[in-house]
T-cell receptor, first 116, second 110 residues
C-alpha cells in the first residue's frame, strides 16, 4: 500500500518567493496533519484537517502560511512570501479517525525547505 | 496546556543490553500513546502503540503504560546498532491531534 506522499522532497528558493508543498494522504484516511520540524523547536503541529475541513490552525505561525484540502486525496501548504526562518523539514501525516482518535498517524518522507 | 516530556539524552547503551526510554504526560484523560522512531534525515516511523495499562510486547520492543502515574516507557531488548535513532513519544489527549515530546536520542555502542 502506498504511504503518505509528499512533494517536492527538497526545495531551495530565495526569500520572498512563494513556496507550495503538496501531500497525498493514505487512501481511506480522513485526517491530515501538517508539521514543521527544526532542531530548535522539534516537531510542531501547524494545522490539521478532518474530512477535508480545517479543525485547528493554531500552530500556523503567521498569515504568510496557508493550507488547503480541496478533496480527500490532496492537500497543500503554501508560504507567501517565504523567509529564511521558514527553513525546516515539513511533514505531512494522515490517520483514520472516528470521534476520539485511537489511530496512529503515518508520516510522509517530508519536504526539506531551504529559504536563502 | 497539555504536555509530553522526554529526557533529550543522548542515551548510550552497549550493544545487546536493554535500552529504557521514558515519557511523562500532563493529562490523566489521555487515551492513546505511541512511540515513533526517527532516523537522522528521515521521517518519524511508528513502532509501538499502547492504549491500556500494563505491558505490550512486539518483538524486541515492549511498551509499558501506567496511567495513574502518567508515564509511558519503551524497552528495547538486545539492543542493536540499527536501533540508534531518536525516539519520539506521542500522546492523544482526546481529539484527533497527537502531542509529541521532544524526543530521546539513543546511541547503541557496538
Amino acid at each position: 500500500d502506498a504511504g503518505v506522499i509528499q512533494s517536492p522532497r527538497h526545495e531551495v528558493t530565495e526569500m520572498g518567493q512563494e513556496v507550495t508543498l503538496r501531500c497525498k494522504p493514505i487512501s481511506g484516511h480522513n485526517s491530515l496533519f501538517w508539521y514543521r520540524q527544526t532542531m530548535m523547536r522539534g516537531l510542531e503541529l501547524l494545522i490539521y484537517f478532518n474530512n477535508n475541513v480545517p479543525i485547528d490552525d493554531s500552530g500556523m505561525p503567521e498569515d504568510r502560511f496557508s493550507a488547503k484540502m480541496p478533496n480527500a486525496s490532496f492537500s497543500t501548504l503554501k508560504i507567501q512570501p517565504s523567509e529564511p526562518r521558514d527553513s525546516a523539514v515539513y511533514f505531512c501525516a494522515s490517520s483514520s479517525t472516528t470521534g476520539v482518535s485511537n489511530q496512529p498517524q503515518h508520516f510522509g518522507d517530508g519536504t526539506r525547505l531551504s529559504i536563502l | 496546556q497539555k504536555e509530553v516530556e522526554q529526557n533529550s539524552g543522548p542515551l548510550s547503551v552497549p550493544e545487546g543490553a536493554i535500552a529504557s526510554l521514558n515519557c511523562t504526560y500532563s493529562d490523566r484523560v489521555s487515551q492513546s500513546f505511541f512511540w515513533y522512531r526517527q532516523y537522522s534525515g528521515k521521517s518519524p516511523e511508528l513502532i509501538m502503540s499502547i492504549y491500556s495499562n500494563g505491558d505490550k510486547e512486539d518483538g524486541r520492543f515492549t511498551a509499558q503504560l501506567n496511567k495513574a502515574s502518567q508515564y509511558v516507557s519503551l524497552l528495547i531488548r538486545d539492543s542493536q546498532p540499527s536501533d540508534s535513532a531518536t525516539y519520539l513519544c506521542a500522546v492523544n489527549f482526546g481529539n484527533e491531534k497527537l502531542t509529541f515530546g521532544t524526543g530521546t536520542r539513543l546511541t547503541i555502542i557496538p
